[in-house]
């Protein structure tokens, strides 16, 4: 099938040579004919240049650009962006794979509605291939279409997703945040808000779950709590739209969480750890986000959780010995 719609893959890759040709292959399968794939080879040094200038040469779609090692993932998909020549654009990530009805079903989704983000299934696995429902359609409907205003909101609490297939010119106009370890948690909810329309269908996104994730490891500390700076981007947006009061608690709240989990996870992998260096690092990014919490408690509703937030939001000691109440707080 083709039609006057054309789609850009944008997948960005960085020594992904054991998974690549399952994600590639799930693009060249695709019932809809009328695609590009651009890749960014993100200065590979396994086979990943060789495997993806094979497919090229095999498939005039597949438009491989190679450039030097770049330091976020971010960074790599900001390469391809300018090179995409299609009216929509998917995001695959190299690990990853999609149905063979994917396109089909955005393009039809597409012309009947008139949408310009369309959102598949999400379906996780592990490399067992155990697999699991993450995303079926809006809260298991696909015939409802929201605003982007309405789609911003349920991204937060991750009622919505960001692996999604959006108008090329959305993509070039936002572009990925570069200034945070995993910057798309902030820049895909800002292309979801853009949109008029986003529909759902019963396509499949595959995400792959990696448990050897190079995250677990403590030296990566400081580029994850980077991605603590994804929630002060989305308060500032937040404002800057004018969106509800709940939507703006709620990232406040899950700025807290995600501070506690991170520091539990740390202490956890430090006690092994004898870099000084490391740890003083660490704590002063804790500190940067404790205090971007702090300042902005104002927005949470008075309840339980507010008065729990306020007692440990008064010093950064006292927050650190509240974090043993974690299992309360989740409860609450």
Avoid at 66 to 71: Q, S, T
Avoid at 131 to 142: A, I
Wanted: aromatic share 16%; glycine share 4%.
């Amino acid at each position: 099938m083709t039609g006057k719609i054309k789609f850009s893959f944008l997948m960005p890759c960085w020594n992904g040579e054991k998974y690549l040709r399952e994600a590639v292959d799930s693009v060249i399968t695709q019932t809809y004919e009328n695609w590009e794939l651009i890749f960014v080879d993100n200065g590979s040094t396994d086979s990943t240049g060789k495997i993806i200038d094979e497919y090229a040469r095999k498939d005039f779609r597949i438009r491989p650009i190679h450039i030097g090692h770049l330091d976020t993932v971010s960074k790599s998909r900001n390469a391809g962006v300018d090179s995409l020549t299609g009216d929509y654009t998917q995001l695959l990530d190299s690990d990853d794979y999609v149905s063979p009805d994917l396109l089909e079903k955005c393009y039809n989704r597409i012309m009947d509605d008139g949408c310009d983000i369309v959102l598949s299934d999400v379906i996780t696995f592990d490399n067992q291939k155990k697999f699991k429902n993450m995303f079926t359609g809006f809260l298991g409907e696909y015939d409802k279409t929201l605003d982007g205003r309405a789609a911003f909101k349920y991204s937060i609490d991750w009622q919505v997703h960001g692996w999604m297939c959006a108008k090329s010119e959305i993509v070039k106009k936002v572009r990925f945040d570069t200034s945070n370890f995993i910057g798309d948690e902030f820049s895909t909810r800002v292309m979801l808000s853009s949109g008029q329309k986003i529909g759902f269908v019963d396509s499949v996104y595959y995400y792959r779950y990696n448990p050897l994730s190079t995250g677990k490891n403590p030296k990566n500390f400081i580029k994850k709590m980077t991605m603590i700076n994804n929630y002060s981007k989305l308060y500032d947006y937040s404002l800057s739209t004018n969106c509800d009061l709940c939507v703006i608690s709620k990232i406040i709240i899950d700025c807290y969480a995600m501070l506690i989990t991170f520091y539990i996870q740390y202490v956890n992998c430090i006690k092994s750890e004898s870099d000084v260096e490391l740890k003083r690092k660490v704590n002063f990014f804790f500190k940067e986000a404790f205090h971007l919490c702090n300042h902005n408690r104002r927005f949470l509703p008075f309840n339980k959780q507010k008065l729990f937030l306020i007692f440990s939001f008064d010093s950064f000691h006292l927050f650190r010995i509240y974090l043993y109440a974690f299992k309360f707080l989740k409860k609450l």
